[in-house]
């Protein structure tokens, strides 16, 4: 599939950068982006060299949600009636399903749909610039992009009951304070910082990492019971791998470890 110009992407040093690009649109989510994200997220999990994935958007937002102008070639469909929204086609399901690490650079608005593509993501790096924003009661709309589950988890049930009710902007240092973000940084540093954590991330073993992200979410529906089930299992398969026994070559021998993915 040849990328549309609505999407961009980068390879380099193991890491994939996404980057939404409708900047004259403050990268509106149209079927394009949506399917496309889908699909993007599917070729970095096959892809071996690529150990993790940024999503930012161009221009000075990251996403400002679904584009609601006419649309005069597809005039009868809506957002929310397209394969990449339902559920397992979703463009929010692909990033959280994806084993690999992804971290959104947030540079600006990220309100509706991209509210729910930022939180979709293991990591957030904000930009001092950055604002988030459930609008979708503004519009007459009901939350989604799973937002409804990710929101509750991050920030609490009663704080998401006011974010998602109100509609209300929030702004990044606010966000910090939260936890929707992990970090802000200055504008100028934000993909400089986030690559540099991303490359952080690739250094690791792949099925460990790919294992980790799984636990981790598995967590969210489990008991403590079925949680060190899964740990063990996730464990067994670690414990088999060649890059197991480079791990433990590199700890004995005081050097860094080199990790294939095998």
């Given amino acids: 599939m040849e990328l549309p110009d609505e999407l961009l992407l980068e390879k380099k040093d193991n890491l994939a950068i996404l980057t939404l690009n409708r900047p004259s649109k403050y990268n509106a989510l149209n079927d394009t982006i949506r399917e496309g994200i889908v699909y993007i997220c599917r070729e970095v999990d096959r892809d071996r060299q690529v150990k993790a994935l940024i999503i930012t958007g161009a221009g000075k937002a990251f996403c400002s949600g679904a584009d609601l102008s006419p649309d005069p070639e597809n005039k009868k469909k809506i957002p929310w009636e397209q394969s990449a ?28 749909g991209g509210f729910g593509i ?6 957030r790096i904000a930009s001092e610039k950055a604002k988030f924003s459930g609008i979708w009661v503004k519009r007459g709309l009901s939350p989604d992009a799973g937002v409804t589950y990710s929101l509750p988890q991050i920030v609490g049930m009663t704080k998401a009951c006011e974010i998602l009710f109100t509609g209300r902007t929030i702004n990044a240092q606010e966000a910090e304070k939260l936890g929707l973000v992990n970090k802000v940084v200055p504008h100028d540093e934000l993909m400089n910082q986030t690559r540099e954590l991303a490359l952080q991330l690739a250094q690791n073993a792949p099925i460990s990492m790919a294992w980790a992200k799984k636990a981790l979410y598995m967590s969210l529906n489990n008991t403590f019971e079925s949680q060190l089930q899964i740990e063990s299992a996730a464990q067994g398969i670690c414990t088999k791998s060649t890059d197991f026994l480079e791990g433990v070559r590199a700890f004995l021998e005081k050097r860094d470890p080199v990790f294939i993915g095998k």
């Fill in 118 to 123: 930022a939180l979709a993501c293991d990591i």
């Fill in 85 to 112: 929204t339902a559920p397992r086609g979703h463009y929010a399901l692909a990033i959280r399903n994806l084993e690999k690490p992804v971290i959104a650079a947030v540079n600006g608005i990220a309100a509706g």
